[in-house]
C-alpha cells in the first residue's frame, strides 16, 4: 500500500485529502523522502557540468604511441594541366585511397583542392617557399596594448566576445568575405561570421587605418600580417583562427602535403613538399613525372613515403644517448610502413617552446645536432645522440610547455657547401682545414681547406656510414685501454723474467752451474698476462653490433692554424649551405704566426750561443787567446734574456689590444697560454750562466804563462 494514500503533492509538502489526516510517522517519513530526492536532484543538477566537462576533456586525451597522423593534402593544378574537373577529383580519390593502402592505421588523411591564394603564393617558388610566404597573405586581428578594454585580451575567441567593433580596410572585408564563402560549414564559418559581424570599415584606407593604430587611437583591427611588423609596439597580435588561415591549420593537424601537379615537356609533373605543423618545419621538395594521366595518382602516391618524416618524440637523454616514443607506433604493425622508425635512421631533433596560451616563442631545428636510430622495438626506440663540441645533445629541462621530438631526415641536394663564418658578423674565415672523423675508427681524414668565400664543399660519402651504440662503444673504448694496460703489464714481464734469467745465469757461472730454468712463478705470471691480453681482444670484437646508417651522417672537424674551432655533425645534401658560426679567431692566429717565429728566433739564438761559447773553448784549448776574445765579444753582442723577455711582452700587448676588435675570452686565454709557454721557453735556455762562464774561461786563462806566450812560438 503506497504511503502516501490519500495526500496530494504541494510546494508546501504533503496535505491531507478528502478530509483524512495522515499519522505523525506518516507524515515525517514522507517529508524526508521527499526531501531526499529534491537534495539528489539539485547535486545532479549542479555536477552535470563538471561531469560533461570530464568526459570532454577525457575525449580530447590522445595517446601519442596510438594517435595516428592527422594529415591533409593540398593539390593544385597549372592552368597547362589539361583536364576535367571529374577527372581532378578522380585523382584526388584515387590518390586517397593509395595513401591509406601504404601507411594503414598510422594515417587519417584528407585531400582537398588547394585554396587559389595559397596556390599564386607558393607556385612560383615551390621548391624554395617558406611558411612566412604562405601567412603573408593571411590576416591577424591585433589588440591594443594600453587601452584598459583590450590589454588583458589573449585569444581571439576571447577578443571576438570583448570588442564591440572590428575595424578593417574596405580590401581586407571583401577578401575575408569571399575567403568565408568557400567554407559552408558551419563549425567552420562560426568564426567567421562572428568576425563578419562586428567589422567596420575604415573608410581612410588601409594606410589611415596603420597610422591609427600606431597612434594607438583604435583598439582592435584586422589587418594584413605584412603589416604586423609597423605597429608591434602598441598593438598585440593573436592567433587568429580562421579556417582557411595557417593558424588554424597548423593547431588542426599533424602534418600538412602540399601537391602540385603541372606539365613541362608533354610530360604530367608532380611535385610534393611537407609540412610538419606541430614543429611548423618544412622538408624538401621531392617530384616526379609521368606520360599518362592515368598514372599520376600513382606516381604522385609514391612521392609520399620520400617526403614524409616520422616524428619520435624524446623521453629521456643525456649527452651522447637518448630515448624515443614513435608517434603512431603501436599502430604499425609492419616495418616497411613509411611511418615506422628502424636502426639506422638519422633524425635532426626540433624544439619548440610555448606561451601560456600555447602560441609558440621558439621553433627551433637544434643546430649541429642529430641523433641515430640503434635499437628498438617499434614504438619505443634508442639512439645515439652527436652534437657539437660541448654541445648538450637532447638533454633539457621537461615540462609541459616544451617538445622535443626528432624527424627523420630527408637529404635530396646534389652537395653541400660548408661556411665558416665569424660570429655575431658576415665576415667568413679562409684558409681553414677541413677534417672529417670516421665515427666508427675514430681515424681522421684531411679534406682541404676553405676558399676565400670561406666555403668548402663537403664530399657525399660513397658508401654508408658505420656507427655502434653509444653503451657498445664505450665497453670497446674501456677494452682498447684494458688491451694496453695488458700489454705494459706483460712487457714489464718479459722484462723481469729476462732480468732474473740473466742474474740466476751470472750466478751459476760463478759457481760454474749450468741450469738456466724461469721460475714457476714467474712463468704461471707470464701465461696469466698472456690469457688476459687474448680474453680482451675477443671483447674487442664489436663487428656483429656494427650498425650502416641511412643518411651520410659525418663529423667534421674545423682547423686554423693550430687549434681546432669545432667539431661539427652535419648531414651533407640536407642544405645547399650550411653555415658554420664560429668565434673569432684571427687575432689568436695572428698572435700563433708572431709566437712561432719568436719561438724560431729564440731556437736560433740559442744554437748561435752554444756555438760561440764552444769555439771560445776550442780558442783557449789551442792558447788563441786574441780570436776566444774577438768570439766573446760577438756573444756580448747576442740579445739577452731580458731584451728577449721585453720584446715578448710587447708583442703579447699588441695582441691583446682590444681597441679595435673585441676578442673572444676563448681566444684570450688560448693567446696567454702561447705566450706563457714561450715565456717558459726563454726562462730554460736564456736565464743560464753561458756569457759569465766564458768570461771567467777567459780571465782565467789569461792570468796563465801560457797566455803570455804568442801561439805557434817555441
Not at 591609427?212 to 587611437?217: E, I, R, S, V, W
Not at 631526415?409 to 684558409?431: F, H, I, M, Y
Not at 742474474?503 to 698472456?530: H, I, M
Request: hydrophobic share 40%; proline share 4%.
Amino acid at each position: 500500500m503506497n504511503n502516501n494514500d490519500g495526500m496530494r503533492r504541494t510546494p508546501q509538502g504533503y496535505q491531507a485529502v478528502h478530509g483524512r489526516s495522515p499519522t505523525s510517522g506518516q507524515s515525517s517519513m514522507a517529508m524526508f523522502q521527499w526531501l531526499g530526492r529534491s537534495v539528489g536532484c539539485l547535486l545532479a543538477w549542479c555536477l552535470l557540468p563538471g561531469v560533461v566537462l570530464l568526459a570532454a576533456d577525457m575525449a580530447d586525451v590522445k595517446i601519442w604511441e596510438f594517435s595516428p597522423y592527422v594529415v591533409k593534402l593540398e593539390c593544385a593544378f597549372s592552368a597547362d594541366v589539361s583536364v576535367s574537373e571529374m577527372a581532378r577529383k578522380q585523382f584526388q580519390t584515387q590518390l586517397a585511397n593509395e595513401l591509406e593502402r601504404t601507411f594503414r592505421a598510422a594515417w587519417q588523411v584528407e585531400v582537398s583542392s588547394m585554396p587559389p591564394e595559397v596556390a599564386g603564393a607558393i607556385g612560383r617558388r615551390f621548391e624554395g617557399f617558406t611558411l612566412e610566404d604562405l601567412q603573408d597573405a593571411e590576416f591577424v586581428l591585433v589588440v591594443s596594448t594600453a587601452r584598459e578594454e583590450t590589454k588583458s585580451l589573449r585569444t581571439f575567441d576571447v577578443a571576438l566576445e570583448a570588442v564591440e567593433s572590428v575595424y578593417l580596410a574596405r580590401e581586407t572585408l571583401e577578401m575575408l568575405e569571399l575567403a568565408a564563402s568557400r567554407y559552408v560549414a558551419a563549425e567552420d564559418t562560426e568564426a567567421a561570421s562572428k568576425l563578419l559581424g562586428k567589422s567596420v570599415v575604415f573608410e581612410g584606407g588601409s594606410d589611415a587605418l596603420l597610422a591609427q593604430l600606431q597612434a594607438d587611437a583604435i583598439n582592435c583591427a584586422l589587418i594584413p600580417r605584412a603589416q604586423l611588423p609597423a605597429v608591434q609596439e602598441q598593438m598585440r597580435p593573436l592567433v587568429t583562427m580562421l579556417p582557411w588561415q595557417s593558424d588554424r591549420v597548423l593547431r588542426s593537424y599533424d602534418k600538412m602535403f602540399y601537391l602540385m601537379v603541372g606539365v613541362e615537356n608533354a610530360r604530367f609533373t608532380l611535385k610534393l613538399r611537407e609540412l610538419d605543423c606541430p614543429m611548423q618545419y618544412l622538408g624538401p621538395m621531392f617530384q616526379s613525372e609521368c606520360a599518362e594521366w592515368s598514372q599520376a595518382a600513382h606516381v604522385a602516391a609514391a612521392l609520399f613515403p620520400l617526403a614524409f618524416a616520422p616524428v619520435a618524440r624524446v623521453e629521456d637523454a643525456d649527452a651522447t644517448t637518448a630515448e624515443l616514443l614513435l608517434k603512431a607506433g603501436g599502430l604499425i604493425l609492419d616495418q616497411s610502413n613509411p611511418a615506422a622508425m628502424v636502426t639506422g635512421d638519422v633524425l635532426q631533433p626540433i624544439i619548440r617552446r610555448d606561451d601560456r596560451n600555447g602560441v609558440p616563442t621558439l621553433l627551433e631545428a637544434l643546430p649541429w645536432t642529430f641523433a641515430a636510430v640503434t635499437a628498438g622495438d617499434g614504438v619505443k626506440l634508442q639512439a645515439n645522440v652527436y652534437s657539437y663540441t660541448g654541445g648538450p645533445g637532447l638533454q633539457g629541462r621537461k615540462n609541459r610547455r616544451t617538445q622535443r621530438v626528432v624527424l627523420r631526415v630527408r637529404p635530396q641536394v646534389a652537395r653541400t657547401d660548408l661556411q665558416v663564418e665569424v660570429r655575431g658578423t658576415k665576415e667568413t674565415q679562409s684558409g681553414c682545414f677541413i677534417y672529417q672523423r670516421d665515427l666508427l675508427s675514430g681515424q681522421f681524414n684531411y679534406l682541404g681547406r676553405t676558399d676565400w668565400r670561406g666555403r668548402f664543399t663537403v664530399p657525399i660519402p660513397d658508401s654508408p656510414s658505420v656507427i655502434l651504440p653509444a653503451a657498445i662503444k664505450r665497453e670497446k673504448l674501456k677494452s682498447e685501454r684494458a688491451v694496453e694496460q695488458a700489454a705494459a703489464a706483460k712487457k714489464e714481464l718479459e722484462e723481469s723474467l729476462a732480468a732474473e734469467k740473466a742474474a740466476a745465469e751470472k750466478a751459476l757461472a760463478d759457481v760454474g752451474g749450468t741450469s738456466t730454468e724461469t721460475s714457476p712463478t714467474a712463468t704461471e705470471n707470464l701465461d696469466a698476462a698472456e690469457s688476459s691480453s687474448e680474453a680482451i681482444v675477443e671483447v674487442l670484437d664489436t663487428a656483429e653490433f656494427e650498425i650502416e646508417l641511412r643518411a651520410p651522417l659525418l663529423q667534421i672537424y674545423i682547423k686554423n692554424g693550430d687549434s681546432v674551432l669545432a667539431q661539427l655533425p652535419m648531414v651533407p645534401g640536407l642544405k645547399r649551405v650550411e653555415v658554420a658560426s664560429l668565434p673569432d679567431d684571427r687575432r689568436r692566429l695572428e698572435a700563433e704566426a708572431f709566437v712561432k717565429g719568436f719561438q724560431g728566433d729564440i731556437l736560433d739564438l740559442i744554437g748561435l750561443r752554444n756555438l760561440l761559447s764552444a769555439k771560445i773553448k776550442i780558442y783557449l784549448r789551442d792558447g788563441e787567446l786574441a780570436k776566444a776574445q774577438d768570439t766573446m765579444n760577438e756573444l756580448r753582442g747576442l740579445r739577452t734574456y731580458t731584451e728577449m723577455a721585453d720584446e715578448l711582452s710587447a708583442i703579447q700587448r699588441r695582441m691583446l689590444d682590444e681597441s679595435v676588435r673585441t676578442i673572444p675570452s676563448n681566444s684570450k686565454r688560448r693567446i696567454d697560454n702561447m705566450f706563457q709557454s714561450t715565456r717558459n721557453m726563454l726562462q730554460k735556455f736564456m736565464q743560464d750562466n753561458l756569457v759569465s762562464e766564458s768570461e771567467q774561461a777567459i780571465r782565467a786563462f789569461s792570468s796563465t804563462p801560457a797566455a803570455q806566450t804568442p801561439a805557434g812560438d817555441g
